[in-house]
């Protein structure tokens, strides 16, 4: 079975923090995708990157940054000098090829970046 | 262009009830997916379609859950005999392809069952 766990539940930094959020994931699949989605406070669902399991290369995307780790299963995230827009909820998701076309999504880390 | 839309945005039935909730995807998008999405929890999947299809269903809790496509774009989630637990936002996501393309998601429909 596959899941998806997001230990933070919510984290609360000042404005210009750097901020890490954890996403450790559960497959047995050799091939996967794994996701990270913002969904700021309108609600709509925002898709941020894509990795797939033969990629360990870490991305950096201006102030964004991912860090995939195949060895402790974790693709975590990196948001550096964060700014009040930044206040969101983030969502890592698993997506394997087998046993169907689920995308499996963590609970959520909700970010707060005060002024 | 016009991303996912996804009507009525709020929807407020009774118990008991039959409800439709309606999803536009980005035109060309032959994936699309329901979610179901409860306060504090990521959204969770109900069903996946490629093309008119359902590729995986797997994810509708029970046969009160039932979706539609039937010319390969716009999808209809049927609901009988909602319950209270029902209630939720159910959120619509469409891709270009199936397998590792980005889902674009729509701004969801909000259900509540009294």
């Known amino acids: 079975a596959q899941k998806v766990t997001q230990a933070q539940t919510e984290i609360s930094v000042v404005e210009k923090e750097d901020v890490t959020l954890d996403c450790v994931y559960e497959?047995?699949?050799?091939?996967?995708?794994l996701f990270w989605y913002k969904q700021p406070p309108s609600g709509e669902l925002v898709f941020l990157i894509r990795?797939?399991?033969?990629?360990?290369q870490n991305e950096i995307s201006g102030r964004y940054s991912w860090n995939f780790q195949k060895s402790t299963s974790s693709f975590n995230f990196t948001i550096t000098a964060s700014q009040v827009v930044d206040s969101a909820v983030y969502f890592c998701a698993l997506r394997v090829n087998t046993g169907g076309f689920k995308t499996i999504f963590g609970a959520g880390t909700r970010l707060f970046v005060k002024a | 262009g016009a991303g996912v839309s996804q009507t009525p945005s709020n929807k407020v039935t009774e118990k008991g009830k039959y409800v439709e909730l309606r999803c536009d995807p980005i035109s060309g998008h032959t994936a699309l997916y329901w979610y179901r999405q409860s306060l504090g929890q990521g959204p969770e999947f109900l069903i996946y379609f490629q093309g008119t299809g359902a590729a995986d269903d797997s994810g509708l809790p029970n046969d009160r859950f039932f979706a539609v496509r039937p010319e390969g774009s716009v999808s209809t989630l049927k609901i009988q005999r909602t319950e209270r637990g029902d209630s939720a936002v159910y959120l619509c996501a469409s891709s270009f392809a199936g397998g590792s393309y980005e889902q674009f998601f729509g701004p969801g429909t909000r259900l509540t069952v009294l």
């Open positions: 497959t047995r699949d050799t091939t996967y995708y």
């Open positions: 990795r797939n399991s033969f990629d360990e």
